[in-house]
Nanobody
Framework: VQLQASGGGLVQAGGSLRLSCTAS????????MGWYRQAPAKQREMVAV???????YYASFVKGRFTISRDSAKNTVYLQMDSLRPEDTAAYYC???????WGQGTLVTVSS
């Protein structure tokens, strides 16, 4: 497994979760890394991206609530999700943009 995601779960609206995605060293260092999500019956959509040099990009619907970061020492990219809403419920996937590798999804469920 080249991308291993974890950290999903059930949380009440207004709560927080932190997702983690660990990649092999060669993949992590060579790639911009992203988090995407897919809700039932909806298309997969970009949530946040962090470039290899640390620039960040966010979808408008998560700006100010989610923070993407990366730790090169741990080959891990994180998604800190605060002020969660029921509409954030989805399977969240990490993605190595340059190599086009997807990790397995981790399910986030936000109850109202």
């Amino acid at each position: 497994v080249q991308l291993q995601a974890s950290g999903g779960g059930l949380v009440q609206a207004g709560g927080s979760l932190r997702l983690s995605c660990t990649a092999s060293g060669s993949i992590f260092s060579a790639n911009d890394m992203g988090w995407y999500r897919q809700a039932p019956a909806k298309q997969r959509e970009m949530v946040a991206v962090i470039s290899s040099d640390g620039k960040t990009y966010y979808a408008s619907f998560v700006k100010g609530r989610f923070t993407i970061s990366r730790d090169s020492a741990k080959n891990t990219v994180y998604l800190q999700m605060d002020s969660l809403r029921p509409e954030d419920t989805a399977a969240y996937y990490c993605y190595a943009l340059n190599n086009r590798f997807w990790g397995q999804g981790t399910l986030v469920t936000v109850s109202s």
